[in-house]
């Protein structure tokens, strides 16, 4: 039989206990209490309600008591945004020398078109996949007796956790050589400004898109805006958060097309869905304008 290579975690979780089988979709809001329990009081705290939610995970996997608070897109997104910037954190890239580091500046100064970015999201349902395998299962949750609860981790074991689970994942799955080059092809419209509206209606789509596990992006999307050519000729960007005034002068010398581009780029059109909305007959032509464009960037910043 064909093995099923675009499994994202499990495919839900058959609960056993004497004269009782219970199953737990994953599409059920339940499956991620195996991460929700593990985060942080710090983390939970973010969103003060889910701090009303049992630490006894006896009543509330066996009932639907509380199907208010998890039956939510806040619950989802307060699981998924804690995991997808922690593993944020673990993610290496090369740096001039050859070695590896963190990636440099905050998680929310890179676009949400960044691949990066996007794969700090994909990871998560590997993450409640690889807790089956290292103690934190969804059956041993089931298994706790009624009135026992779990406690917080403190946020340096939780830090710990993610820590050793995420560079297995990035190994297993063999996403270095994709990470390096998506680092060494990174330009400046890869960065956002806090204030950036563009960064807001992104984030307003995402927020919207990311609320089913269906929506999780698989590796080929996440590669979709690779170009097909890596050079060692692409510009390089600076480290630092771009000033918002600076790039926004910048953008007002571009002509309308290549600020369409921009435009476009940063609302996470792929460079196919960009050539047709521009005029260019292929995504080639948009990768080498956004790269033309990044070359006139660095030029204006030296002026």
Known sequence: MKSDRTQRGPKGFILLEPGNIMQILPEDNKSWLTLFYSLPEELVSKRPAYMNLPRCPFDVIRSDDYAELLNTDVFLELVWDCYAWSAWQCFEVPNKDGDYREIPGSFNSYSGDFP?????????????????????????????????EVPFLTYQQFSNLIGSVVPMIVKEQNWQPIIDTIWATRDETDYVFRN???????MRKWSHSRTSVGAMLSLDQLMEDTPDSITAESAPFEEEI????????????????????????????????????VG????????????????????????
């Open 280 to 303: 260019y007959q292929n995504h080639s032509a948009v990768s080498k304008r956004i790269h033309h464009i990044s070359e006139k960037y660095s030029e204006y910043r030296n002026q």
């Open 116 to 148: 990066l970015w996007r794969l700090s999201y994909t990871i998560i349902p590997y993450i409640r996949e690889k807790f089956e395998h290292i103690g934190l299962s969804f059956q041993s949750l089931f298994n706790m007796p009624r009135g026992m």
């Open 196 to 202: 950036s509206l563009v960064k807001k209606e992104f």
């Open 242 to 277: 771009i000033e918002s005034q600076t790039f926004e002068a910048f953008v007002a010398t571009l002509s309308e097309r290549d600020q369409q581009i921009l435009q476009f780029k940063s609302e996470g059109f792929t460079l196919k869905e960009i050539a047709a909305k």
